[in-house]
């Protein structure tokens, strides 16, 4: 039972573009949402995260958005740069699993110069 | 600020033999969780622990599994006896209880097991 979802395994963008990666999750009960990036051969690493009681938050080039309304939620990067190729998974936690960060299967992006 | 250390980077083993992975977490990091991933799987979490008691290892595949953390900077998982199919990425990642909520990441254990 898949609790997050990304369906999309491949997103390629041309440079300067923007990237839209989104992940879908089944859990109503979810009030945290996180994107990781990795890199080949190195662990995941944090990007940004949103609160259920916001529906957006940005950081720099990085911007989330969440439709508690839809399940729903995806990363925006603007401008896309060859260095963001990488893999880009969603997690989703809620207070009653001591927040153990569920994640989605991972979305590879690819930056084309 | 030293990250998430693991050891070894890569493993070769055979079928049979015992596999020991090794965590440091981040200094003052009171969560360790371990992961596997797999290209079938995903990103598993396997077992997690706070202030070094274990919490929830009803993501261990097997007895063949085991986790310890004797204390806050260090964690092992041992597999004993390994499998071809224990072949995979295993992550620590640790998180401290105020703040956000985002764990951190070593860099992963590649384990193959022949």
């Known amino acids: 039972d898949q609790q997050v979802k990304q369906n999309s395994p491949s997103l390629s963008v041309q440079e300067g573009r923007i990237s839209i990666l989104n992940c879908d999750y089944t859990n109503s009960m979810f009030d945290y949402f996180l994107w990781y990036k990795k890199y080949p051969a190195e662990g995941p690493t944090f990007l940004i995260s949103?609160?259920?009681?916001?529906d957006k938050n940005e950081d720099g080039r990085f911007t989330v958005f969440l439709n508690k309304s839809a399940k729903h939620l995806s990363l925006h990067i603007v401008p896309s740069q060859p260095g963001d190729s990488a893999v880009y998974f969603c997690?989703?936690?809620?207070?009653?699993?001591?927040?153990?960060?569920?994640f989605g299967s991972g979305t590879q992006l690819t930056v084309l110069p | 600020d030293a990250g998430v250390i693991q050891s070894p980077r890569h493993e070769v083993t055979e079928m049979g033999q015992e596999v020991t992975l090794r965590c440091k977490p981040i200094?003052?990091?009171?969560?360790l969780f371990w992961y596997r991933q797999t290209m079938m799987r995903g990103l598993e979490l396997l077992i997690y622990?706070?202030?070094?008691?274990?919490?929830?290892d009803s993501g261990m595949p097997e007895d063949r599994f085991s986790a310890k953390m004797p204390n806050a900077s260090f964690s092992t998982l041992k597999i004993q006896p390994s499998e071809p199919r224990d072949s995979a990425v295993y992550f620590c990642a640790s998180r401290r209880t105020s703040g956000g909520y985002e764990q951190y990441f070593g860099p992963g254990t590649r384990l193959t097991v022949t």
């Open positions: 997690a989703s936690t809620f207070s009653g699993s001591a927040r153990q960060l569920t």
């Open positions: 949103i609160s259920s009681i916001k």
């Open positions: 622990f706070n202030n070094n008691v274990p919490i929830d």
């Open positions: 200094s003052g990091h009171d969560y």
